[in-house]
T-cell receptor, first 112, second 114 residues
Framework: DGGITQSPKYLFRKEGQNVTLSCEQNLNHDAMYWYRQDPGQGLRLIYYSQIVNDFQKGDIAEGYSVSREKKESFPLTVTSAQKNPTAFYLC???????????FGDGTRLSIL | AQSVTQLGSHVSVSEGALVLLRCNYSSSVPPYLFWYVQYPNQGLQLLLKYTSAATLVKGINGFEAEFKKSETSFHLTKPSAHMSDAAEYFCAVSSGGGADGLTFGKGTHLIIQP
């Protein structure tokens, strides 16, 4: 079945450590997105990519980095510069035109 | 700039009663509008979308929404609530179909009373 796979489902980070969240899609979608979800805050856009080897900052990109070397993969790195990384992270992809975004099941990141 | 306001962080209805979740948006261009549902510790599932076709949009699980340009609203309704409808609901807006990402409201937690 086609879909978006995020791994791991739960992740723990030590102070000063970078961690990478994986997002893989087999939907052949061109565009991919990363959102952060905090309780009562809705979802906020971190980064997005409309084609391979190109990506754009969203509303809250500070402390995060991404790469898009392959169409199906869009990993997100939470760097030590992100002072409040505890959140639920959601990856999405979209075919284009009027098609909606499809979401993965998320990764919950916590600080040890 | 775009924004979405969902009135009511929590809405409680009795099983079998009408569900009404409110969403107002602002957008400088004709918007695309979406409703998503989220169950605990899961991703978002699309309920329905408005993309400038019919103003009354029907979605999955018996939900529907009406786009009212004059009121800048896109309220979600369901005639009869079911226990399985208990979840978090998000309204989202985009321009250009969402190429630059979606702007979400803060969500409404729907509680179904038996």
């Amino acid at each position: 079945d086609g879909g978006i796979t995020q791994s791991p489902k739960y992740l723990f980070r030590k102070e000063g450590q970078n961690v990478t969240l994986s997002c893989e899609q087999n939907l052949n979608h061109d565009a991919m997105y990363w959102y952060r979800q905090d309780p009562g805050q809705g979802l906020r856009l971190i980064y997005y990519s409309q084609i391979v080897n190109d990506f754009q900052k969203g509303d809250i990109a500070e402390g995060y980095s991404v790469s898009r070397e392959k169409k199906e993969s869009f990993p997100l790195t939470v760097t030590s510069a992100q002072k409040n990384p505890t959140a639920f992270y959601l990856c999405a992809s979209r075919l284009g035109g009027e098609q909606p975004q499809h979401f993965g099941d998320g990764t919950r990141l916590s600080i040890l | 700039a775009q924004s979405v306001t969902q009135l009511g962080s929590h809405v409680s209805v009795s099983e079998g009663a009408l569900v009404l979740l409110r969403c107002n948006y602002s957008s400088s261009v004709p918007p695309y509008l979406f409703w998503y549902v989220q169950y605990p510790n899961q991703g978002l599932q699309l309920l329905l979308k408005y993309t400038s076709a019919a103003t009354l949009v029907k979605g999955i699980n018996g939900f529907e929404a009406e786009f009212k340009k004059s009121e800048t609203s896109f309220h979600l309704t369901k005639p009869s609530a079911h226990m399985s409808d208990a979840a978090e609901y998000f309204c989202a807006v985009s321009s250009g179909g969402g190429a630059d990402g979606l702007t979400f409201g803060k969500g409404t937690h729907l509680i179904i009373q038996p």
